[in-house]
């Protein structure tokens, strides 16, 4: 089992940056693929970033450059870096983790951008 719990989220102006953190119970060195998601009012989550056990990453195309996902081994973390924000960034971000075939979400943590 993994719980996952996030911070970070805040509200932020166009173009300003935010780093969010995605704390996990277990050491993610066992984990298969740690990502991001976030859900905007009325639209369906949607995945924002990736990182499988190997290290491989993939970022969904509207990041555009913008967001890096990494890991900190000794903290069994996954971090969200999150530069050049725009207002239609404004969601709620979950940390998701998948373990065992097992899909774990954290309780998200508040992304607005403001114009």
């Known amino acids: 089992q993994v719980q996952l719990v996030e911070s970070g989220g805040d509200l932020v102006q166009t173009g300003g940056s935010l780093r969010l953190s995605c704390a996990a119970s277990r050491s993610i060195k066992t984990i298969d693929r740690m990502a991001w998601y976030r859900q905007a009012p009325g639209n369906e989550r949607e995945l924002v970033a990736v990182?499988?056990?190997?290290?491989?990453?993939n970022y969904a195309d509207f990041v555009q450059g913008r967001f890096t996902i990494s890991r900190d081994y000794a903290k069994n973390a996954v971090y969200l870096q999150m530069n050049s924000l725009k207002p239609e960034d404004t969601a709620v971000y979950y940390c998701n983790a998948i373990y065992n075939a097992i899909d774990y979400w954290g309780q998200g943590t508040q992304v607005t951008v403001s114009s």
């Open positions: 990182v499988m056990r190997g290290g491989r990453t």
